[in-house]
């Protein structure tokens, strides 16, 4: 049986926040700088994109069974954005086609690249889901 509990909210707000900012990130890198996504990031954002939507409503209605339908999206991406982390520090590009070649964008406080964000936002919604069904379930 799940359990609505205060917690629950707390680890699901978490989550769609970094879920948002996420996606309010790569918007701003596209539109807001003009950068064109390779092929790797686009299929990060197929995986990012939805789960602002599917957090945002477990969130509202407190369901931490989300999880099941939440981890495999988060799954996935952090496999890929691990993939394109690796590709870039090792050959510099991405192998799958795009523009990953003449795009080295590189945060001056952080040292990240934009791969390396999608790595970290994918990193904390795993480690946020798996937490909240080992402390709430």
Request: proline share 5%.
């Amino acid at each position: 049986m799940t359990v609505r509990t205060p917690e629950t909210t707390g680890w699901l707000s978490a989550a769609t926040l970094v879920a948002t900012v996420a996606t309010a990130g790569s918007l701003w890198f596209s539109l807001g700088l003009g950068l064109t996504p390779c092929d790797l990031c686009w299929y990060q954002r197929i995986l990012m994109y939805p789960l602002v939507a599917v957090l945002g409503v477990a969130t509202i209605e407190a369901r931490p069974a989300v999880f099941r339908t939440a981890l495999p999206l988060v799954g996935l991406g952090l496999g890929l954005s691990a993939y394109h982390s690796y590709l870039q520090a090792t050959q510099g590009q991405c192998t799958l086609g795009g523009p990953c070649a003449t795009v080295q964008w590189q945060s001056l406080s952080l040292g990240l690249t934009i791969p390396n964000l999608s790595l970290v936002a994918f990193v904390l919604l795993a480690v946020l889901l798996v937490g909240m069904r080992l402390r709430v379930e």
